[in-house]
């Protein structure tokens, strides 16, 4: 186990946004967290990495409380994609580099360096390194995020609706590539999504929410038609094609 969340507990002006949200992650697992807007998704990823302080419970990594550390030893530890990303007049290059900032002391070294190059390399990105971020599109700066994530070599990454940006190419080459990330370095990953079918395809384990807690916890094999109506309120049919589970809505009239 490399992750472990237990008895979770938020409240945002005393409203309470999540509820005792528990489960564990183990080395090489991608896990897809679905669910309706609203339902905490993206308050669970800050509440993991301490950007939001959870009002209870512990994250645990690698059996260490994640909540009693400093900001800098989380951030070598797990890496963060938001959902929108902030802008400025730096480079492509110098904005993945500040990904090393938790690792480097006085002086930049060699493999810091280097370590930003194959994350360029990784991401077929290498067109973008001397262009400015404030000039892209929200493509390429969701990919230029993603490789400031990775060069801080977490044992979990969270990202936050990572493809929302990307045409459906830049989709599936992205999501594979977190996931053979994921599985060669041992580590974990956690994405908050809406796309099933992505998840469907490219995730091992799933966290339905619902009302602010876990509603599922569970591998493929948990994914039902019933589940995702009892989660979205929307009947489905789950099929096959192309050797992979799909899932699309049932036929509904149109007036």
């Given at each position: 186990?490399?992750?472990?969340?237990?008895?979770l507990?938020?409240?945002?002006?005393?409203?309470?946004?999540?509820?005792?949200?528990?489960?564990?992650?183990?080395?090489?697992?991608?896990?897809?967290?679905?669910?309706?807007?609203?339902?905490?998704?993206?308050?669970?990823?800050?509440?993991?990495?301490?950007?939001?302080?959870?009002?209870?419970?512990?994250?645990?990594?690698?059996?260490?409380?994640?909540?009693?550390?400093?900001?800098?030893?989380?951030?070598?530890?797990?890496?963060?994609?938001?959902?929108?990303?902030?802008?400025?007049?730096?480079?492509?290059?110098?904005?993945?580099?500040?990904?090393?900032?938790?690792?480097?002391?006085?002086?930049?070294?060699?493999?810091?360096?280097?370590?930003?190059?194959?994350?360029?390399?990784?991401?077929?990105?290498?067109?973008?390194?001397?262009?400015?971020?404030?000039?892209?599109?929200?493509?390429?700066?969701?990919?230029?995020?993603?490789?400031?994530a990775?060069?801080?070599?977490?044992?979990?990454?969270?990202?936050?609706?990572?493809?929302?940006?990307?045409?459906?190419?830049?989709?599936?080459?992205?999501?594979?590539?977190?996931?053979?990330?994921?599985?060669?370095?041992?580590?974990?990953?956690?994405?908050?999504?809406?796309?099933?079918?992505?998840?469907?395809?490219?995730?091992?384990?799933?966290?339905?929410?619902?009302?602010?807690?876990?509603?599922?916890?569970?591998g493929?094999?948990?994914?039902?038609?019933?589940?995702?109506?009892?989660?979205?309120?929307?009947?489905?049919?789950?099929?096959e094609?192309?050797?992979?589970?799909?899932?699309?809505?049932?036929?509904?009239?149109?007036d």
């Amino acid at each position: 186990m490399i992750l472990s969340v237990e008895e979770l507990r938020f409240l945002y002006q005393n409203r309470a946004v999540l509820h005792e949200i528990a489960f564990t992650i183990e080395p090489g697992q991608t896990v897809a967290v679905l669910g309706p807007n609203g339902v905490g998704k993206t308050t669970l990823l800050k509440c993991l990495n301490r950007i939001l302080r959870p009002k209870s419970g512990s994250v645990l990594l690698d059996g260490e409380n994640l909540l009693g550390l400093d900001t800098m030893e989380i951030a070598r530890r797990v890496g963060y994609v938001p959902q929108r990303v902030e802008t400025g007049r730096l480079t492509a290059f110098d904005a993945v580099l500040l990904g090393r900032r938790p690792h480097i002391g006085w002086n930049l070294a060699e493999q810091d360096l280097a370590i930003v190059d194959a994350a360029f390399k990784r991401l077929s990105m290498e067109h973008l390194r001397l262009s400015y971020i404030d000039e892209m599109s929200g493509g390429e700066l969701q990919k230029v995020a993603i490789a400031r994530a990775l060069v801080q070599e977490p044992k979990v990454l969270l990202l936050d609706e990572p493809t929302s940006s990307l045409d459906m190419k830049n989709q599936v080459e992205i999501l594979a590539t977190i996931v053979q990330i994921v599985r060669q370095h041992n580590i974990a990953a956690v994405m908050t999504m809406h796309d099933l079918n992505q998840a469907l395809r490219f995730a091992d384990r799933f966290i339905f929410m619902k009302d602010g807690r876990v509603h599922l916890h569970g591998g493929q094999e948990d994914v039902t038609a019933e589940v995702i109506n009892e989660v979205y309120g929307l009947p489905v049919i789950i099929g096959e094609l192309g050797g992979m589970r799909c899932v699309v809505p049932e036929r509904c009239s149109v007036d």
